[in-house]
């Protein structure tokens, strides 16, 4: 199985993140993350390691606003060029605007990392973009692999991307590279996304709530109760010509393997009757049960079980790495749910 990796994410590590109640932590999503996933593969010679190819920005700017791609692109040079004596290691806004940004589009570089950014976990630096372009770009090699004939790849991607949204970054994600994988596929045969990362792929429901060539199902945590809150719900179905291309399985916290396998069950069957010809997988392992963000009790053994039900499907697969915050145990956990496509 191929896997694709570019070590540039090491340029992209916010020094820090504000949780809940104004706690400031050292960011969750830290480049070890894929040093430990990197570690697991290599000690097994059915995982071939590969540089991504690059293949330009038409295919994200498919998916994201350019005024959104060149805030990301500039906004931390701008920060350094701000007069002020603010501590400049990161970018991070203050402020959120109050109409849901209906709103002008702000002119100062504070006032768009307000518009543009949507929570503080999403802290901009020297390396993010760079970091997030390489990112889709593994992801985009991945969608390549499939087109042209593979059954199964691995992306290895990070930042992870089921958070940004068409025109924002937020939950440790600026590039949505799942959407940007998948919509490319879409334009190859009618595609599905099954997000299973233990937080609602938010952005990618945004991007693509309006289509019917691209259905969009996650299954994550209840927004009642957890990160991001604002969708995720399960009477969100999409919109327009989209309208029954989007589904969510909210889960109530605490939810252990059988009560999991139950409802992926019902994904898989909307899945199966969807009849796509690429599916693209959001894999975030923060639904195991010892992960410090997630509150879901998902075994190893379950997360091995879930790969085996969607690799059951018998569709060309690409698997994006999204969350997963336990580093002890992340590069096993990504071997046990790839074992399946071996
Ligand atoms: C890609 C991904 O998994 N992003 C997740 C972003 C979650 N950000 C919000 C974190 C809130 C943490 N709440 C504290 C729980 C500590 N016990
Ligand atoms: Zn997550």
Same mark, same amino acid.
């Given at each position: ?217 996650? =299954?994550? &945590?209840?927004? %009642? ?6 969708? $995720?719900?399960?009477?969100? !179905?999409? /919109? *327009? ?39 693209? =997988?959001? &894999?975030?392992? %923060? ?6 963000? $997630?509150?879901?009790?998902? !075994?190893? /053994? *379950? ?40």
């Amino acid at each position: 199985m191929k896997v694709f990796y570019n070590p540039t994410h090491h340029q992209h590590y916010p020094p820090f993140e504000v949780f809940d109640g104004g706690e400031k932590v050292v960011n969750f999503e830290k480049p070890e993350r894929m040093e430990r996933i990197l570690d697991a593969l290599q000690s097994d010679p059915r995982f071939e390691i590969c540089a991504p190819t690059d293949f330009g920005l038409a295919p994200i700017q498919a998916v994201h606003d350019s005024a959104y791609l060149d805030f990301l692109r500039t906004a931390y040079q701008e920060w350094l060029l701000e007069p002020t004596n603010y501590p400049k290691q990161v970018l991070l806004p203050a402020t959120s605007p109050p109409d849901g940004r209906k709103g002008r589009i702000p002119a100062t570089l504070l006032g768009r990392a307000g518009y543009y950014m949507t929570d503080l976990s999403c802290g901009i630096v020297e390396g993010t973009y760079q970091a997030a372009l390489a990112s889709a770009q593994c992801a985009l090699s991945g969608a390549n692999e499939l087109i042209t004939g593979a059954r199964q790849v691995f992306a290895l991607c990070r930042p992870p991307g089921h958070h940004a949204g068409r025109a924002n970054c937020a939950g440790y994600c600026y590039i949505n590279n799942a959407a940007v994988a998948a919509n490319w596929l879409s334009s190859h045969g009618k595609t599905a996304i099954l997000d299973i990362d233990y937080h609602v792929g938010n952005g990618t429901q945004d991007i693509f709530y309006e289509r019917a060539d691209v259905l969009t199902i996650s =299954i994550h &945590a209840d927004p %009642d109760y957890d990160y991001p809150y604002f969708s $995720g719900f399960a009477d969100e !179905t999409g /919109a *327009g010509p989209g309208l029954g291309f989007h589904r969510n399985y909210p889960l109530p916290l605490g939810t252990t393997d059988a009560d999991y396998f139950a409802t992926l069950g019902q994904a898989l069957e909307r899945i199966r009757a969807f009849q796509p010809a690429y599916l693209v =997988i959001s &894999a975030g392992m %923060d639904i195991y049960a010892e992960d410090p963000l $997630g509150q879901i009790r998902i !075994t190893r /053994a *379950g997360i091995a079980h879930i790969g085996r039900e969607i690799a059951a499907l018998q569709l060309p697969t690409l698997i994006v790495m999204e969350g997963g915050y336990n580093n002890a145990a992340l590069g096993l956990n990504v071997a046990a749910f790839l074992q399946a496509w071996l």
